[in-house]
């Protein structure tokens, strides 16, 4: 018999966000577990979401985007330690996609980095612990900061109507913000940062709410700001990260890569003055080259589903790879998506075969990444 879904337990272990009574209020449907904490993932039919993102404006509940805050004497060391990013070259007010590595060169993490003063920083991060790392690495370090998870829970508002959202909210002021800076604010008294961030491919702010007691007020506000511009809660769309060559950590790449396997090699910064964790073995990887890569792939024909599990990628009759992430695109009619395959695999134009759990055996094709607006022009604009 097919697993009851709804007999997982559900118990205080699992936090909620500030939003979480919103969510449900409004009709969240299905909810994953992210960061220990409850995710809403969609309010109603995926497609229409992701059709609702590219026309209108969204309202994403991303509380699990939780933050490590790092304060102290040393906190601008520390944190440049735990990154091959030169954070010398960020401003206060700036934020910075990095990624966080391991002694080994491994991702353990691919946050946004937010510098909200000299030596103040915060890590919006995806699904790992992050916190018990950085705790780990101090206790070595001789460094004098403090690090802790702060009260902070962002929400996200995406989409090509979110400037006149957050125009309404917070004026013309956070029109003038350029891509990936950010400014502190209150709205009606709620202590808020405002980031021109977001994971869609769209244009997109992040609202961080800075006292969890007000979830609601800060939603509703949102919700009331957005109306005109038929702004919709959804979850964050798949669809279109994708179309967008955004990866996402633990489906996409885990501990186990790095970043020249995933093409994110442009998160080193060369000649970086400062040591960091990883240095040397990235430096390794990037001499030796590496054996794999993660590209993106093309997959012949009729609509498949978001894959639940990495799928085999065969060349021949021999097994070589997985695909890691696999959608279809109602905007380009096309199925699309990632594999990781041997180096020997990973040219543009290489066909392979995909073995997909109840539908069979499919071709697919290495393509160029990403899929939709690769100079990032809808987000930037």
Request: glycine letters at 10%; hydrophobic letters at 45%; aromatic letters at 10%.
């Amino acid at each position: 018999m097919p697993f009851d879904m709804g007999l997982i337990q559900r118990g205080a272990r699992l936090r909620r966000s500030p939003f979480f009574a919103a969510t449900q209020r409004y009709g969240a449907r299905a909810y994953t577990v992210y960061n220990h904490m409850l995710f809403p993932v969609c309010f109603g039919d995926l497609e229409d979401e992701y059709w609702h993102l590219v026309n209108h404006v969204t309202l994403w509940d991303v509380a699990v985007e939780r933050q490590v805050e790092i304060t102290g004497p040393d906190a601008f060391a520390f944190t440049n330690m735990l990154t091959p990013r030169d954070l010398s070259r960020c401003a206060v007010g700036q934020g910075k996609y990095v990624v966080i590595t391991a002694d080994d060169g491994g991702i353990i993490n691919d946050p946004v980095l937010l510098r909200l003063g000299e030596n103040h920083f915060w890590l919006a991060l995806a699904d790992s612990d992050v916190l018990l790392w950085a705790r780990g690495v101090v206790l070595s370090s001789g460094l004098r900061v403090e690090i802790r998870e702060p009260d902070v829970s962002p929400l996200q508002v995406q989409g090509p109507k979110a400037k006149a959202v957050v125009r309404a909210l917070f004026g013309d002021a956070v029109l003038a913000l350029r891509y990936y800076y950010f400014l502190e604010t209150a709205l009606d008294g709620i202590p808020v940062v405002v980031t021109r961030t977001g994971w869609s491919g769209e244009v997109g702010y992040e609202i961080y709410l800075r006292d969890g007691s007000r979830g609601e007020e800060l939603w509703e506000r949102i919700m009331a700001a957005g109306r005109p511009h038929d702004i919709r809660p959804t979850g964050p769309s798949d669809i279109r990260r994708v179309e967008a060559g955004i990866f996402n950590w633990g489906a996409d790449f885990t501990l186990a890569n790095n970043v020249y396997e995933v093409g994110l090699d442009r998160l080193v910064d060369a000649g970086k003055p400062a040591g960091y964790i990883g240095r040397d073995a990235l430096a390794r990887i990037k001499a030796d080259g590496v054996r794999q890569k993660l590209v993106g792939i093309e997959i012949d024909g009729d609509r498949i589903e978001f894959n639940a599990t990495k799928w085999r990628v065969k060349a021949g009759n021999e097994a070589v790879g997985w695909v890691t992430s696999a959608i279809w695109s109602p905007r380009l009619k096309k199925n699309i998506g990632y594999a990781m395959l041997p180096v020997a695999h990973a040219s543009l134009g290489t066909s392979v075969g995909l073995e997909i759990p109840d539908v069979g055996e499919r071709g697919a094709t290495v393509v160029p990444l990403p899929f939709v607006d690769p100079g990032k022009g809808i987000p930037k604009g």
